[in-house]
């Protein structure tokens, strides 16, 4: 049964950096890739990112490139998003994804099975 649990959510300023994790378990990590999405209240979900089992990003979002990266670790089974020079309109409810493929789609961000979620909160 796969198993997201995400954490580091929070209240940063304006320019400020967050790292979320996203502990996994429950399946063969290694072998799926692994994504982002976020959802604001009011506002449809929006994916961000994807790393593949071979550590090849995708981005979906125009508004997060140059300042989120991707990133995961094999031994511990976990994801990572950095987030860099944050903005206002970056507040949503966070989450990680996993499709159990081992590619990222070019059109969505994996959306399958996903966590419980953490806030992310961007104000002076």
């Known amino acids: 049964q796969v198993q997201l649990v995400e954490s580091g959510g929070g209240t940063v300023q304006p320019g400020g950096s967050l790292r979320l994790s996203c502990a996994t378990s429950?399946?063969?990590?290694?072998?799926?890739?692994m994504g982002w999405f976020r959802q604001a209240p009011g506002k449809e979900r929006e994916g961000l990112l994807c790393?593949?089992?071979?550590?090849?990003?995708?981005y979906y979002s125009d508004s997060v490139k140059g300042r989120f990266t991707i990133a995961r670790d094999k031994v511990n089974n976990m994801v990572y998003l950095q987030m860099d020079y944050m903005k206002p309109e970056d507040t949503a409810y966070y989450y990680c994804?996993?499709?159990?493929?081992?590619?990222?789609?070019?059109?969505?961000?994996?959306?399958?099975?996903w966590g419980q979620g953490v806030q992310v909160t961007v104000s002076p």
């Open positions: 429950g399946f063969t990590f290694a072998f799926y890739a």
């Open positions: 994804a996993t499709d159990l493929v081992p590619h990222c789609y070019e059109d969505h961000a994996p959306r399958g099975s």
């Open positions: 790393i593949s089992s071979t550590y090849e990003p995708t």
